[in-house]
């Protein structure tokens, strides 16, 4: 599955659009849809630095987590 792959490129830190086509051999069009997605959903999140616009996988809020259910 390739929002999968996507996600698991984002394991060992910080990448481009670019860089996790060029790793998981998917295009940077549809790479860019799964991490909108993902970031509509709060797996994800961006920054940018350089010129460049990365993205990371969104570390886990323990207070958000404690009233998720709430």
């Known amino acids: 599955m390739k929002n999968v ?3 698991k490129a984002l394991e060992n830190g ?3 659009v670019e ?3 060029e790793e ?3 295009k940077p069009m549809e790479v860019r ?10 797996k ?4 940018q630095k350089d010129g460049k616009l990365y993205w ?13 259910y709430v």
Not at 33 to 42: I, M, N, Q, T
Not at 44 to 47: D, H, N, P, R
Not at 56 to 68: I, M, Q
């Open 56 to 68: 990371k996988l969104k570390e886990r809020d323990e207070l958000e987590e404690e009233f998720k």
């Open 33 to 42: 849809r799964y991490l909108l997605r993902f970031a509509e959903s709060g």
């Open 44 to 47: 994800v999140e961006s920054y």
């Open 5 to 7: 792959k996507v996600l």
């Open 24 to 26: 998981t051999g998917i």
């Open 19 to 21: 860089e996790i086509a």
């Open 14 to 16: 910080p990448k481009t």
